[in-house]
């Protein structure tokens, strides 16, 4: 049997830890932890890039700036350190409301011990799921120092951190996520879609200047491109003739992606399927609705960013995307198991 080999780092060095509090685990232990997470008797990393990402976390370099694709296995970063030995706890901040609950729902699949912390909260577990609007708070940052002055806290992670700057402008506390750093412990920031031109602006809101950078191409060769023009169809129409058009068989799953809530509520009463957007009050029944029946969901991009979903063929947006970066977000909820997946704008 072959055990995962350790990759070459340059200096080991944590940049706020002590390297006695780090722990080292040996290429037994790290098979073993892959095979309880990924749920694989001969568990394989899905690139050189995650398994350079993943060995990185584990010696907690930091700060870490982890670029994969859509799919591309990203949270190992925090799900395999959780079920090893001495795990201490690792912080994961979910900037949207339909992530928070998207990894609460993988890490019980996963069967790894987390909480979803809450103001007032103090205990703790491996994984500690918070909301980017309370992870921003005084409370929080309280919470987390306690952590760390009992030597307990081992990482910060923060999924979709473009969001950061890309998503400011409408949810400001996105922006101050950057006062994390008073923690004072590894970080790691997650995307797969973070432009090298657009480096900079993330080291700003996050104050990090040296940095460890593990990039890999986010091209998703599954994913067939369209654009279908309507000029003498209602949109409406055209999407009910798409949705009739494109049968999905069992256990598949289409999205058509609005620019409004109310679109999206139009789409879903045309389709008869569920929506999603930012006010609904049954947002997370209506996802829950959708993975036990499968079919179409109308969605803004609130559903766009993180999740992940199975059986997503087919990806529909309704008018232009609002930017290059939504476009690749939403559309990279399809074909996670590697399955060929339509696009069409």
């Known amino acids: 049997m072959v055990f995962p080999s350790r990759p070459r780092f340059e200096a080991a060095t944590t940049g706020v830890l002590p390297l006695a509090t780090v722990p080292v685990y040996s290429g037994e232990e790290?098979?073993?932890?892959?095979k309880k997470v990924l749920s694989q008797e001969e568990p394989e990393f899905r690139s050189d890039e995650q398994r350079e990402a993943v060995f990185a976390a584990l010696d907690?370099?930091?700060p870490l700036i982890v670029v994969l694709p859509t799919g591309g296995g990203k949270t190992l970063t925090?799900?395999?350190p959780a079920i090893l030995r001495d795990p201490g706890v690792s912080i994961v901040v979910a900037p949207f409301n339909a992530l928070e609950k998207d990894y609460v729902r993988r890490l019980q699949l996963a069967h790894i011990e987390?909480?979803?912390w809450h103001h007032g909260e103090a205990r703790y577990a491996p994984v500690v799921v918070v909301s980017a609007d309370r992870a921003a708070t005084t409370g929080f940052i309280t919470y987390g120092s306690m952590l760390r002055k009992r030597k307990l806290l081992r990482r910060v992670v923060l999924d979709e951190c473009h969001l950061a700057f890309t998503a400011s402008d409408y949810r400001p506390k996105l922006r101050q996520l950057g006062h994390l750093q008073v923690l004072r412990c590894p970080m790691i920031l997650l995307t797969a879609t973070l432009p090298p031109i657009r480096?900079?602006?993330l080291r700003e809101v996050m104050h990090i200047s040296d940095f460890r950078l593990i990039r890999m191409s986010t091209v998703r060769a599954n994913?067939?491109?369209?654009?279908?023009r309507c000029p003498n169809k209602s949109a409406l129409k055209l999407v009910k003739e798409m949705a009739r058009l494109r049968r999905l068989g069992p256990g598949e799953r289409g999205i058509f992606y609005c620019s409004s809530r109310d679109?999206?509520?139009e789409v879903a009463k045309v389709l008869g399927c569920p929506h999603y957007h930012s006010m609904v009050d049954e947002k997370d029944a209506a996802v829950e609705k959708w993975l036990k029946e499968a079919g179409f969901m109308a969605a803004t991009g609130a559903l766009g960013t993180g999740g992940d979903y199975p059986g997503i063929i087919y990806i529909v947006h309704i008018g232009v995307p609002y930017g290059m970066i939504d476009f690749a977000q939403e559309t990279g909820r399809g074909g996670r198991a590697g399955e060929d997946v339509d696009s069409i704008i």
């Open 30 to 34: 790290i098979h073993e932890g892959l």
């Open 60 to 62: 907690q370099q930091t």
């Open 78 to 80: 925090f799900t395999l």
């Open 263 to 265: 679109g999206t509520e």
């Open 223 to 228: 994913i067939r491109y369209m654009v279908r």
């Open 199 to 201: 480096l900079d602006e």
């Open 114 to 116: 987390h909480i979803v």
